[in-house]
Nanobody
Framework: QVQLVESGGGLVQAGGSLRLSCAAS????????MGWFRQAPGKERDVVAV????????YYADSVKGRFTISRDNAKNLVYLQMNSLKPEDTAVYYC??????????????????WGQGTQVTVSS
């Protein structure tokens, strides 16, 4: 099992930027795909971005393409989500997650077995 702790959320005006960080510990971080997901009140948890264990391949939800960037530093066991041009509809709790299996790709929430506690992102109009 891996332990994940997110940080970097907060309140920002529309058009602004935030960078979320996720610190991982407990297993071989560099072997697992990592993802960022978000959940708004009354809605299901949806994928935002996923990055391959080596960092070479990424996936983005259509709603964030061109605005968000996922990256990872395997030497420091960190995953980042740089969020630019934020919109009010980006308001949600953002979660970092690790894939259930090493060296396996997936983008669905069900593919991920370890989750952080979440960090709130609020974008005001």
């Amino acid at each position: 099992q891996v332990q994940l702790v997110e940080s970097g959320g907060g309140l920002v005006q529309a058009g602004g930027s935030l960078r979320l960080s996720c610190a991982a510990s407990g297993r071989t971080f560099s072997r697992y795909a990592m993802g960022w997901f978000r959940q708004a009140p009354g809605k299901e948890r949806d994928v935002v971005a996923v990055i391959r264990w080596s960092g070479g391949i990424t996936y983005y939800a259509d709603s964030v393409k061109g605005r968000f960037t996922i990256s990872r530093d395997n030497a420091k066991n960190l995953v980042y989500l740089q969020m630019n041009s934020l919109k009010p509809e980006d308001t949600a709790v953002y979660y970092c997650a690790a894939h259930i299996y090493p060296s396996v790709w997936g983008t669905r929430p069900a593919d991920f077995g370890s989750w952080g506690q979440g960090t709130q992102v609020t974008v005001s109009s």
